[in-house]
């Protein structure tokens, strides 16, 4: 099992930047990809970015150009830096850690952009 602890949500204006933190504990050794999920407010759970073991990297294009994501030297550690934000980006942001389709989940960090 793999605990998910996330950090850096909070509210920005629009065109601001936040950066998000996951930490992974317990069987990280299991662990082949990291990566972010959001969900809006009335609205399914969607992707925003992973990135493997081996460093291969995949995007949501709404937030291409925009977001990078990247991992600490132990990679058990996975950062979202998130600049140009919209109103649109406003969601829960969650972690995921594991193999696809059997994710473990952190509790989710609430990001909200606004005026």
């Known amino acids: 099992q793999v605990q998910l602890v996330e950090s850096g949500g909070g509210l920005v204006q629009p065109g601001g930047s936040l950066r998000l933190s996951c930490a992974a504990s317990?069987?990280?050794?299991?662990?082949?990809?990291m990566g972010w999920y959001r969900q809006a407010a009335g609205k399914q759970r969607e992707l925003v970015a992973t990135?493997?073991?081996?460093?291969?990297?995949n995007y949501a294009d709404s937030v291409k150009g925009r977001f990078l994501i990247s991992t600490d030297n132990t990679k058990n550690t996975v950062y979202l830096q998130m600049n140009g934000l919209k109103p649109e980006d406003t969601a829960v942001y969650y972690c995921?850690?594991?193999?696809?389709?059997?994710?473990?989940w952190g509790r989710g960090t609430q990001v909200t952009v606004s005026s």
């Open positions: 317990g069987s990280s050794f299991s662990i082949r990809v």
């Open positions: 990135i493997t073991r081996g460093g291969s990297i």
């Open positions: 995921a850690a594991g193999v696809p389709g059997t994710y473990n």
